[in-house]
């Protein structure tokens, strides 16, 4: 070796480098740690590595943010992401984490991210949330499920009710699963307006099914998934949307109801 | 166990020839079991999955012998080993007794980064004393022999010392690791060095291989990317055919990463393998092919991304 040769670890260090910004590194560098070929010098044989590592990376973004591409089209997503992965670095194995951080990265790095609530730019709040929502799609895809275990049926007594171990909830400013949907069946959705949109996930057959909730369902399911049982869960939503607890039981539990609907969907499992 | 493994090299199976196993193919090999050999996982896919990946896997081990190959374990990298990572995979391998485990020859990131790349390592003493003893120590956590597999370059670092088979060799005779020797990427790694396939093989530390990876690739005219999205080209044939006769047989199986064809497709594709099973193993001449200069990536990682949007369904009220 050259006396002059760095060692493995600042080789390494180097060339990391010069692939996440591929302007770190100058032609003198790059000449005195990678050799030519017949066909391409140096900088070259380097800058194949330098592409595909955004080339690679920004395919796999795209696939985890399908919505959010089609929202924001393909060259303003590269650009946010391209900039997500300069400034988060994968710091993962698994590429499944690879947009972990992209939704806060979006809320941290909006421009008017000084201005209060009611003067922001509404269409990032909708990007914020659909990438929220497509993060937690990701997530739910791969966690550990109920597959092949029995759920809750009709007979189950609201006292054993628990909720399945793959279950979500994400309250949106935007109805960003109607979104989402639709551009799963390749339509070309409007950004919609403003509209709180409270929703439910839960995988089943190791599909994930999003359910839209109202605010009463949303502050009842809350309060299951902190571990409150389903009575205590009612009075609690009763509580908070200042509704009597006798209606908020009824829409619970007649025939036809929240109950039956959703112990059909496979929300529930029984517990101790 | 013995500390390297090196015994139990010799009596890893020959499995015959193989497909990758890739997620839009999971059904129709479970509900079908089609005449397949084995199939090839790749490890990242399934280790962390709780979800239908997991399943899938458990179920098609069932019905055939299955290979882990990984491309995270990053075993030329400064950084210390991911036990928490060794301990998925060895958890992984107890529940779906693979055949062996296998990982390539280079580094994926240092400082905690992952560039999710199969980067090259410099071929010095140094690297060699460096991947060795992290050889050791994951055979030792996993107890099993490790099986690498050289991987395709598009450079070589100025500090370079040793060719990639003298690199191997050593590696083999320190650490009783086994081969996975990829054809194609010999053949991409020798034109972007200006090195000499045969003359590579002609080096190659055979007793040790146990499995033979062919893919596609993707000729640039001043380079070549290995690019795992279209059929074998016939110079790698040649080169599997030399390969195949020194490995006495070894496993053989297709990669196809990009452009997935229909499994039907694919099986087509790995069986003109056995066109190229001669007993004496001479190469036809290795002609030049045609080239594309647009630029492909390499080794696409895409794959390793679930398509999570068919798999969801929105309930209207």
């Not at chain 1, 710091?91 to 209060?116: H, M, N, V, W």
């Not at chain 1, 509580?239 to 619970?252: C, K």
């Not at chain 2, 193989?18 to 996982?41: K, T, V, Y």
């Not at chain 2, 071929?123 to 050791?136: C, D, F, I, M, P």
Request: some cysteine; hydrophobic content about 40%.
């Amino acid at each position: 070796m050259k006396e002059t040769s760095p060692s493995l670890q600042g080789l390494q260090s180097w060339m990391q480098n010069a692939l996440i910004d591929p302007q770190q590194a100058s032609r003198e560098q790059i000449e005195g740690m990678v050799a030519s070929s017949s066909r391409l010098n140096s900088s070259q044989r380097l800058a194949i590595y330098q592409r595909n590592y955004h080339i690679r990376l920004l395919k796999c973004m795209r696939e985890q943010f399908p919505a959010l591409c089609h929202a924001l089209g393909a060259d303003l997503f590269n650009d946010f992401a391209r900039q997500y992965l300069q400034t988060y670095p994968s710091i993962s194995y698994t590429l499944s984490d690879l947009g972990k951080r992209f939704p806060a990265y979006l809320e941290e790095t909006r421009p008017d991210r000084q201005e209060t609530s009611d003067k922001r730019e509404s269409w990032i709040d909708f990007m914020v949330d659909l990438a929220q929502f497509e993060r937690q799609l990701f997530v739910m895809f791969d966690a550990p499920g109920h597959e092949g275990k029995p759920f809750a049926n009709l007979h189950s007594p609201d006292s054993c009710l628990k909720l399945q171990p793959c279950f979500a909830l994400g309250d949106y400013r935007f109805p960003v699963a109607w979104y989402y949907h639709e551009v799963k069946q390749n339509n070309d959705p409007p950004f919609p307006p403003l509209q709180r949109s409270p929703i439910a996930l839960i995988r089943k057959n190791y599909l994930t099914h999003t359910f839209s909730l109202t605010g009463v369902q949303y502050i009842f399911l809350q309060a299951l998934s902190r571990g409150l049982k389903i009575e205590e869960a009612i009075a609690v939503a009763a509580r908070e949307a200042a509704q009597p607890r006798e209606q908020v039981y009824r829409s619970w539990a007649q025939a036809g109801s929240t109950r039956e609907r959703w112990l059909e969907a496979c929300f529930f499992i029984v517990g101790d | 166990m013995e500390r390297n493994g090196t015994g139990a090299i010799a009596s890893l199976p020959k499995l015959g020839l193989g497909l990758g196993l890739r997620s839009l193919h999971f059904d129709q090999i479970i509900e079908q079991q089609p005449a397949i050999a084995w199939f090839e996982a790749i490890s990242e896919n399934f280790m962390d999955s709780g979800g239908r990946p997991r399943w899938a896997i458990r179920a098609i081990a069932e019905h055939y012998p299955v290979v882990l190959h990984g491309v995270s374990l990053s075993i030329g990298s400064t950084d210390p080993l991911n036990f928490p990572y060794l301990g998925k995979l060895k958890a992984l391998a107890e529940e779906v007794k693979p055949a062996w485990v296998s990982d390539h020859l280079c580094w994926t990131g240092v400082q905690g980064i992952n560039s999710h790349d199969l980067l090259p390592i410099p071929l010095t003493e140094e690297t060699l004393s460096h991947v060795a003893a992290r050889v050791h120590q994951v055979q030792d956590f996993l107890e099993r022999p490790l099986i690498l597999e050289n991987p395709s370059t598009y450079l070589t670092f100025t500090q370079s010392t040793l060719t990639e088979p003298e690199f191997l060799r050593q590696l083999v005779e320190e650490t009783g690791c086994g081969l996975l020797l990829d054809v194609n990427n010999v053949y991409v790694t020798c034109f972007n060095t200006d090195a000499d396939p045969l003359a590579y093989l002609d080096s190659f530390p055979w007793s040790n291989v146990i499995q033979i990876h062919l893919a596609g690739h993707q000729h640039c005219g001043t380079h070549i990317i290995d690019t795992h999205d279209r059929a074998v080209e016939p110079a790698v044939w040649e080169l599997y055919r030399l390969a195949r006769s020194r490995s006495q047989g070894a496993s053989t199986l297709l990669e196809w990463d990009g452009n997935i064809p229909s499994l039907a497709e694919y099986h087509a594709e790995l069986l003109k393998a056995k066109q190229y099973m001669d007993e004496n193993g001479k190469p036809m001449a290795i002609a030049e092919v045609s080239f594309n200069n647009k630029e492909s990536v390499s080794t696409p990682v895409d794959f390793l991304v679930p398509e999570v949007m068919g798999n969801t369904i929105w309930e209207q009220k």
